[in-house]
């Protein structure tokens, strides 16, 4: 996995409920103790990011989190606005668009419109030469990317509308957008995934997909909530022959064990399976068994990844 | 308030799966079927997901576009899959629409057509809503139960029909028809001046472009338009219940509040919430630790006690989010799921997760 937080942008995609959230975080603190000045950018209309650092979000503006560490949430409306105005270098102009409704209408229906200008203002962020007035540029930016066909949409935008416009403003600015995406130096797309069956099928239909629809490829997998490995074997028959009368609760005791020891098997297999057909190298993070993720577990995680980044 | 889904469903022609992405909605969607077709229905389960699992677990080598039966011991009931494509849904509504074969082959050949029914991005809500519709017009069957799009907001495809209707409404197919490009015709100032500013950011060809799939699209919009409409109307009528798919994640239940709350503005009936995953609390016991150090060893038993408390924990996390849950629905039926060993992945399995749904 080493390398990817040297790229200017970090896609970080994954089958839905695996973690992509809290994983973008735990990335973003590591590319921000290394330094570098690191953007982490949802893309939900929601403030997650900010959430977990017990802070407010600030929606479509950049905010600090912690040293070097910043936030935006990037929603289609914003996103749009502000590249008309970059586009027509005017804002009374692009005003004039936004103002109109039947405008709207045609923008929030158009396919696609909203992937293209929410992605195109992600790479605006990754630039070194922001369009922004007054913005500095970040070393890193990460994206807490929607799950993975939709990730998979949001990254093909670009090229979608390039080819669709052929030739125009539209047309070159999307390439532009798409040569940078399609891009491995520049772009580094993550998997989020789980050790489950589903997840491990999507993950490979997701690096499948990259490949032919952008010609690119995943850098680097990480298994989210990997069940420690508590009991082996010959534990697991010991606590199965247990002699005596246990009572319902050690009993209940018993069966978790035992539970475990299956689970934690089968997530061995699944990632075996996982590390066998993938091409890209797979990290596991630890199952986290406190009730609520905050700043002090995505610490801990932005740890473990950071052992594996070296 | 627990209930069953045999009960919600007693009466009902349109089940739909919603929630936020990776709580086990296309799971339960297919067990609902399997559910409903296990009691003498004849139904079928519409997803999206281009997730061969799904597939594999009703024992289909894949899903297409086309209805599959599923064989499965369901008694009188049938139980049939299908999985949605959009592009091929929204190629076949045009034709469907098109009044003669020189608009449909306008349509179809139109370069921007073609561009944005393939990037699946947006076009899904559409087309999942469209075939709902036609389905249920068909009659075919006792059920339809679909599994909504994957997308982070689980409410777009509720706006879907609205959106489309807008898209096509006449005054947008005016902006770009009435008179063409160049101004032939006079257009009001106002629209006269976007037009203008509008040609600055796409540039005179793919404006063309636009203009040229509006004018072809025209004579289609008002059956687009009337179809939206009862879409519309179709969700929120009595035969159709929206089940709610959760997980006991404080962020999980937050999502599922603010969609039963969409849903509630919106007009669509609510049927129950399904809380997946839950972890079940171990027996209370004084004592336990001790209890089974002395039946496993120091070592051993120290260790099958810190993992029951640690499994302690996520129960009694998730206890506080379904009531959490409980209270802010404000006592609307639940079901709740427990968490299995194994992933779902055969009819076995799903009918196993039936016995907590039914």
């Known amino acids: 996995m080493s390398g990817i937080l040297d790229k200017r942008l970090v896609f970080v995609t994954g089958k839905g409920g695996t973690g992509k959230t809290i994983v973008s975080a735990a990335l973003g603190l590591v590319a921000a103790r290394q330094g570098k000045r690191t953007m982490v950018c949802e893309v939900a209309e929601q403030n997650r990011i900010p959430a977990l650092f017990g802070r407010e979000g600030a929606g479509f503006t950049e905010v600090e989190l912690a040293e070097s560490l910043y936030a935006i949430s990037v929603d289609p409306e914003h996103a749009r606005e502000e590249w008309l105005k970059f586009q027509l270098r005017s804002g009374a102009l692009a005003g004039v668009l936004n103002g109109n409704r039947i405008f709207s209408y045609l923008a929030a229906a158009a396919p696609g419109l909203a992937e293209l200008v929410t992605i195109g203002k992600v790479w605006e962020l990754a630039q070194l030469e922001r369009k922004t007035a007054k913005a500095s540029p970040y070393d890193v930016v990460i994206v807490d990317a929607p799950a993975t066909g939709h990730g998979v949409a949001m990254l093909g935008a670009p090229k979608t509308f390039r080819d669709a416009a052929r030739v125009g403003p539209v047309a070159n600015q999307a390439a532009k957008i798409h040569t940078f995406l399609a891009s491995p130096r520049q772009t580094a797309v993550v998997a989020v995934a789980l050790a489950e069956d589903m997840p491990v099928n999507e993950t490979l239909d997701l690096a499948g997909r990259l490949h032919d629809e952008m010609g690119q490829h995943l850098q680097a997998i990480v298994v989210n909530a990997v069940y420690p490995e508590r009991f082996s074997g010959a534990d697991a028959e010991a606590i199965a022959s247990a002699d005596g009368r246990p009572s319902q609760a050690a009993r209940d005791g018993l069966d978790a064990a035992l539970s475990e020891h299956r689970r934690a098997k089968a997530q061995r297999s699944q990632l075996r399976r996982l590390r066998s057909e993938a091409e890209a190298p797979v990290s596991t993070l630890p199952f986290l068994f406190e009730p609520e993720i905050g700043r002090d577990e995505v610490e801990a995680l932005s740890r473990e990844l950071e052992r594996r980044l070296v | ?358």
């Open chain 2, 1 to 358: 308030m627990s209930a069953s889904v045999a009960d919600l469903l007693a009466n009902k022609q349109i089940c739909v799966c919603a929630g936020s992405g990776g709580v086990g909605k296309t799971t339960t969607s297919a067990a609902v079927a399997l559910g409903m077709a296990q009691r003498g229905k004849k139904v079928i389960v519409l997803t999206i997901d281009p997730a061969k699992r799904l597939a594999n677990s009703l024992g289909l080598p894949e899903l297409g576009n086309e209805e599959s039966r599923v064989e499965a011991d369901t008694g009188d009931g049938e139980l049939w899959a299908m999985m949605l494509d959009a592009k091929r849904t929204f190629d076949d509504l045009v034709e469907s629409h098109a009044p003669d074969a020189e608009t449909r082959d306008a349509v179809l050949g139109n370069r921007i057509y073609k561009e944005i029914s393939n990037a699946v991005a947006g076009s899904q809500e559409y087309m999942a809503m469209e075939k709902l519709h036609e389905l249920h017009e068909e009659g075919r069957y006792d059920l339809l139960v679909l599994d909504t799009p994957p997308t982070r907001n689980a409410l777009d495809f509720l706006d879907a029909p609205k959106r489309l209707s807008r898209f096509v409404d006449s005054r947008s197919l005016q902006f770009f028809t009435s008179g063409g490009l160049f101004g032939v015709k006079i257009f009001s100032r106002g629209t006269g001046l976007v037009f203008s500013v509008l040609k600055r950011v796409t540039g005179v060809d793919l404006l063309q472009d636009i203009s040229d799939f509006f004018q072809s699209f025209g004579d289609m919009a008002p059956g687009f338009r009337e179809r939206a409409g009862r879409v519309t109307e179709l969700l929120a009528d009595s035969r159709t219940t929206f089940l709610l798919v959760t997980s006991p994640r404080a962020d999980a239940v937050d999502e599922a509040v603010f969609f039963h709350d969409r849903l509630r503005e919106a007009g669509m009936p609510f049927g129950a919430a399904v809380v997946n995953r839950m972890h079940e609390l171990p027996a209370d016991g004084d004592g336990v630790h001790e209890e089974v150090e002395e039946l496993l060893g120091p070592e051993l038993g120290r260790r099958v006690a810190g993992n029951l408390e640690d499994f302690r924990r996520l129960a009694e996390r998730d206890q506080l989010s379904l009531s959490d849950l409980r209270q802010r629905l404000g006592r609307k039926p639940m079901i709740e799921v427990p968490d299995m060993e194994d992933d779902i992945h055969d009819l076995e399995g799903l009918a196993k997760m039936g016995e907590y749904l039914f």
